[in-house]
């Protein structure tokens, strides 16, 4: 079982930048891939980045490609997702979820998530 608990979340400005936070409890964190998904009002919860276990593999949407950079820190149970050159349509709910497999793909099969940040950027 693994517990997650988004932080970072706030008001940006167009083109600031925010790094959301994603705590994670439980031994077998490290073993897992974790992706950051986002869901604003009115649209379908989209994937926006995913990482392996081991921190080999990354993966973008290419609406955030050059702009976000996921990460993760498993020695500190925390993964992060740093977003940069934002835009009003980053504006969503954001989620992390943990993949069992370790693989962290957009398609993975995510079977934990936390209860998402909030994110708003102002145009």
């Known amino acids: 079982q693994v517990q997650l608990v988004e932080s970072g979340g706030g008001l940006v400005q167009a083109g600031g930048s925010l790094r959301l936070s994603c705590a994670a409890s439980g031994r077998t964190f490290s073993s897992y891939g974790v992706g950051w998904f986002r869901q604003a009002p009115g649209k379908d919860r989209e994937s926006v980045a995913g990482i392996n276990w081991s921190s080999a593999r990354t993966y973008y949407a290419d609406s955030v490609k050059g702009r976000f950079i996921i990460s993760r820190d498993n020695a500190k149970n925390t993964a992060y997702l740093q977003m940069t050159s934002l835009k009003p349509e980053d504006t969503a709910i954001y989620y992390c979820?943990?993949?069992?497999?370790?693989?962290?793909?957009?398609?993975?099969?995510?079977?934990?998530w936390g209860q998402g940040t909030q994110v708003t950027v102002s145009s």
């Open positions: 979820a943990a993949d069992p497999s370790g693989d962290g793909r957009l398609k993975a099969e995510y079977a934990y």
